[in-house]
């Protein structure tokens, strides 16, 4: 055998081993891990506007339900980032047709004097509250 050929078999004997590593079934470590959790009442900021919901979400959603004449302040239940199916950010009214594409967006529950109010957002600072 050529020193050529020696060389080749010892480079690619080195370029298969270099690319192995720990085993492709790493589970133990995400099943370990505690869930993220987004439900948390949490810390609120100055405004008194809950630090996981955008100032400008947690406005809209204030002036929401001023229009709607409720005069509680709302309390966070829980706020979580979507990607919606659709425009119709996953609550759809029968009969209305909505774009058909994914849209990022988050869903925000609030409580104000023991009712329940579901926000929905898409791209956009502009609430829709899911009425079902």
């Known amino acids: 055998m050529s020193r050529l050929h020696i060389a080749a078999a010892a480079f690619l004997l080195l370029s298969l081993t270099a690319c192995s590593g720990a085993s492709m079934d790493d589970s133990t470590e995400a099943s370990t891990r505690p869930p993220f959790l987004t439900t948390t009442p949490g810390p609120v900021s100055a405004s008194g506007a809950p630090t996981d919901v955008p100032p400008a979400r947690w406005d809209a959603i204030v002036a929401d339900l001023i229009a709607r004449d409720v005069t509680g302040a ?54 829709k509250l899911c009425e079902r």
């Open 74 to 127: 709302p309390e966070l239940v829980s706020a979580k980032a979507v990607t919606w199916n659709n425009g119709a950010l996953g609550c759809p009214k029968p009969g209305a047709s909505y774009t058909q594409a994914l849209v990022d967006g988050m869903r925000v529950i609030v409580r104000v004097d023991g009712e329940t109010y579901d926000y929905r957002f898409g791209s956009t600072d502009s609430p």
